[in-house]
C-alpha cells in the first residue's frame, strides 16, 4: 500500500537564519580561504536544494534542526579551519591532549546527523518500515558517506598539495582516516538508537492528513 503524503510543516525559519547567521560571519576573515570555502561548500549546495524541494519533500522539524547544526559545525571549523578551533585548543592544552578534537566531533557528526536524513529518505522513499533492515542500511549509507568524504580529502589533496593541509587535519595522525570513518559510524548508531522513536513520532504527525 502506498505511504500517505505528509502534510507540510512550518518551514524552518529559526534553523534557516541561524545557518546564515553563522555563514556570514565565517566569511569575515576566515584564518585560510581555501580551507574555508572547501569546509562550507556542503552547506552551499545543500541550502539551495533544500529551498527548491521544500514543498515536495518537506523534511522533519528533527531532521531540519540537526541539518543546521551539521552547517554549523562545518562552518566554525571552515572559519577556524579544523585544527585550530580555539575552544578546542584549550581543552587541548587543559587536558594535555596530543592534538585538537575538533575534527573528531566534525567527523561524529558526519555519521550522527546524515543518518536521521538517509532514515528518512529511506522510510518516505521506500517499503522498508522501521526495524533491522533500516538500521542496518542507514548505518550503510552513512559509512559510505564518510568514505566518499575521504575520497574527497585525498583528490584535493593531490590537485592542490600543501594547500590542503588545513583541509585535511589530520595533525600528524597516521591513522587519521580510519578514525574519521570510525567516528562516523559511531555517530550513525548513536543517532538511531537515540533518536529513531522520536523520529518515527514526527513522521507519524507529518503523515497524518490534515483536517
Request: net charge negative.
Amino acid at each position: 500500500m502506498p505511504k500517505s503524503p505528509p502534510s507540510t510543516p512550518a518551514p524552518p525559519w529559526p534553523w534557516l537564519v541561524l545557518v546564515l547567521a553563522v555563514l556570514a560571519w565565517s566569511g569575515i576573515g576566515p584564518r585560510d580561504g581555501f580551507t574555508w570555502f572547501l569546509e562550507v561548500a556542503p552547506v552551499l549546495i545543500a541550502l539551495p536544494l533544500l529551498a527548491l524541494t521544500y514543498h515536495r519533500f518537506p523534511f522533519t522539524p528533527l531532521a531540519y534542526g540537526l541539518m543546521a547544526i551539521h552547517a554549523a559545525i562545518l562552518m566554525v571549523g571552515g572559519h577556524y579551519t579544523y585544527a585550530e578551533m580555539p575552544l578546542f585548543n584549550w581543552l587541548r592544552d587543559a587536558l594535555d591532549l596530543a592534538r585538537n578534537h575538533y575534527d573528531r566531533v566534525g567527523h561524529v557528526a558526519q555519521g550522527f546527523i546524515p543518518a536521521i536524513v538517509a532514515r528518512e529518505l529511506l522510510l518516505r522513499r521506500s517499503p522498508l518500515e522501521p526495524g533491522k533492515w533500516l538500521f542496518f542500511l542507514v548505518t550503510c549509507a552513512c559509512l559510505a558517506i564518510s568514505a566518499f568524504y575521504e575520497m574527497i580529502e585525498w583528490w584535493v589533496a593531490i590537485a592542490s598539495g600543501d594547500e590542503a593541509v588545513a583541509f585535511l587535519a589530520t595533525q600528524g595522525d597516521v591513522w587519521d582516516t580510519q578514525w574519521d570513518m570510525f567516528l562516523a559510524l559511531l555517530g550513525a548508531l548513536s543517532s538511531q538508537l537515540l533518536l529513531g522513536r522520536w523520529h518515527d513520532r514526527q513522521l507519524a504527525r507529518m503523515s497524518e492528513t490534515p483536517s
